[in-house]
């Protein structure tokens, strides 16, 4: 089992950029694939991206293909989303997800959650 800790959420403008970070403690970090999803009121849970465990693999969503970068350090136990030219739309809560499947999906149910990060991009 591994406790996750999401960060760097905000107020942002419209074009600008965010980095969240999810630290995350407890069992071997390595051993989980991690993932962002995020969930704006009144709509449904959102696969944001994905990284497998060894950092070799990524998956975007498609509402932030092109936009985003997910990366993680396993030295210091840290999954990294970069958020760029983001807009009113990407407005959520932002949460960090641990699997020890080879790499979150849309269709997955991770078994580990953050709390959440509030992203706020004014227009």
């Known amino acids: 089992q591994v406790q996750l800790v999401e960060s760097g959420g905000g107020l942002v403008q419209a074009g600008g950029s965010l980095r969240l970070s999810c630290a995350a403690s407890?069992?071997?970090?390595?051993?989980?694939?991690m993932g962002w999803f995020r969930q704006a009121p009144g709509k449904e849970r959102e696969f944001v991206a994905a990284i497998s465990r060894s950092g070799g693999s990524t998956y975007y969503g498609d509402s932030v293909k092109g936009r985003s970068t997910i990366s993680r350090d396993n030295a210091k136990n840290t999954v990294y989303l970069l958020l760029n030219s983001l807009k009113p739309e990407d407005t959520a809560v932002y949460y960090c997800?641990?699997?020890?499947?080879?790499?979150?999906?849309?269709?997955?149910?991770?078994?580990?959650w953050g709390q959440g990060t509030q992203v706020t991009v004014s227009s």
């Open positions: 997800a641990a699997d020890p499947s080879y790499i979150v999906s849309a269709t997955t149910t991770p078994t580990e």
């Open positions: 407890g069992r071997t970090f390595s051993s989980y694939s």
